[in-house]
């Protein structure tokens, strides 16, 4: 799917109001791709009100909202996630979304929804577009994509 940045946050807030507790998103793209920007969309889904924050330097944010979010980026923390209480974020309450998700291999659960981000400029638009491709892993998250793209 194709979606300039108002598009892409319309489509994150949709997405948003249909997630439940517990429920994962993982998040890949490269820098500059648009994930912390989709967040944005997600957490007004989740009727949160907060500036929402690259966590980059945190690892973990958490908003609270109609849900919590826990917002976590794993690209520093390499190939050792039992740098932090991860399964803390993953088993509680709220929703978890995982930037750079991907660099977890094995330790990621094995259900999940994962959204690949492509940014580029095509020269005869001069907003950036993103592809956005939605990969669930899992019926919860086979259910979730069809009722979003519904």
Known sequence: MKYNEAEMLQFA??????LQAQDIIVLTGE????KTTFVKGLALG????????????TIVREYEGRL??????VYRIGDDPDSFDMDDYLFGEGVSVIEWGELLGKDLPEDYLEIVFDKYV???????DR?????????RY????ESVQA
């Open 13 to 18: 807030e949709k997405l948003g109001s249909n």
């Open 31 to 34: 820098l500059g791709a648009g």
């Open 46 to 57: 989740l009727n949160i009100q907060q500036m929402i924050k690259s966590p980059t330097y």
């Open 68 to 73: 919590p979010l826990y917002h976590m980026d």
């Open 122 to 128: 095509d020269s005869f638009d001069t907003d950036a």
């Open 131 to 139: 592809d956005i491709q939605l990969i669930p892993h899992g019926q």
């Open 142 to 145: 086979v259910q979730l994509v």
